[in-house]
C-alpha cells in the first residue's frame, strides 16, 4: 500500500464544473503539499497546509489531520485547469517529501 | 529572482556515458532537493542537502547516482555509467527554511539509448 494514495486517477469534467481531488496518507506528517504539473512538464507548487483550509483564486485545500486525507478543490473549472495534479506529504521526521501518483485533469470546454 | 535553473533542459546520451546534470537554487533558499520522475514510478526524492550538507540520500538508486553541493549555489546529479533505465526526468527543486514551499525547477529530460 502507496504511503500516498490519489483519488481519482483520472478525471474528466466540462467547463465550470466543480471538482475534487482526494488524498490520503498513512503516515505521520507535518505539511501536506499540492502541486500542479502542466502538460510541458513544469511544476508548481499550489499550497502548502498542515491544518484546515487554504483559498487562492478558484483553488481551495482542505486537511483533516486526524483523518489524514485532504482534498483539493477546483470551482468553476476551466480547461487550463487540465494538469496533473499531485498531492505529497512531509513527514513529521526529515524534510523529505513522499508524492501521490497525481490525479490526472481534463477539463473540456 | 531567475527561480530554480536546470541544465541541461535535455540530454540524449548512450549507455555507458558519464552524465552530469546541474542545478542553480533559488538564492537564498537552505534546502535543495533531487528528484526523478518516471511514468512508472511517478516523482520521487533522491536526496536533499541542508547549507550544501547532503542529509538524506535513501532515494539515490544505486553506486552509479552521486550528487555534490560544493556551495549554496550549484549543485550537480552524476550518472556514471548510464543506463536506458536511467530515461526519465530529473527535477531539482529549492525551499527556504525546514517545511516551506518547495519551488521546482523545469527539469532536464534524460535519454540513455
Known amino acids: 500500500k502507496n504511503e500516498v494514495e490519489q483519488s481519482p486517477q483520472n478525471l474528466t469534467a466540462q467547463e465550470g464544473e466543480f471538482i475534487t481531488i482526494n488524498c490520503s496518507y498513512s503516515v505521520g506528517i507535518s505539511a501536506l503539499h499540492w502541486l500542479q504539473q502542466h502538460p510541458g512538464g513544469g511544476i508548481v507548487s499550489l499550497f502548502m497546509l498542515s491544518s484546515g483550509k487554504k483559498k487562492h483564486g478558484r483553488l481551495i485545500a482542505t486537511i483533516n489531520i486526524q483523518e489524514k486525507h485532504s482534498s483539493l478543490h477546483i470551482t468553476a473549472s476551466h480547461p487550463r485547469d487540465s494538469a496533473v495534479y499531485i498531492c505529497a506529504v512531509k513527514e513529521t521526521s526529515g524534510s523529505r517529501l513522499t508524492f501521490g501518483e497525481g490525479t490526472q485533469l481534463t477539463v473540456n470546454p | 529572482d531567475a527561480g530554480v535553473i536546470q541544465s541541461p533542459r535535455h540530454e540524449v546520451t548512450e549507455m555507458g556515458q558519464e552524465v552530469t546534470l546541474r542545478c542553480k537554487p533559488i538564492?537564498?533558499?537552505?534546502?535543495l532537493f533531487w528528484y526523478r520522475q518516471t511514468m512508472m514510478r511517478g516523482l520521487e526524492l533522491l536526496i536533499y542537502f541542508n547549507n550544501n550538507v547532503p542529509i538524506d540520500d535513501s532515494g539515490m538508486p544505486e553506486d552509479r547516482f552521486s550528487a555534490k553541493m560544493p556551495n549554496a549555489s550549484f549543485s550537480t546529479l552524476k550518472i556514471q555509467p548510464s543506463e536506458p533505465r536511467d530515461s526519465a526526468v530529473y527535477f531539482c527543486?529549492?525551499?527556504?527554511?525546514?517545511?516551506?514551499?518547495?519551488?521546482f525547477g523545469p527539469g532536464t529530460r534524460l535519454t540513455v539509448l
Open positions: 538564492s537564498g533558499h537552505d534546502y
Open positions: 527543486a529549492s525551499a527556504l527554511t525546514h517545511g516551506d514551499t518547495q519551488y
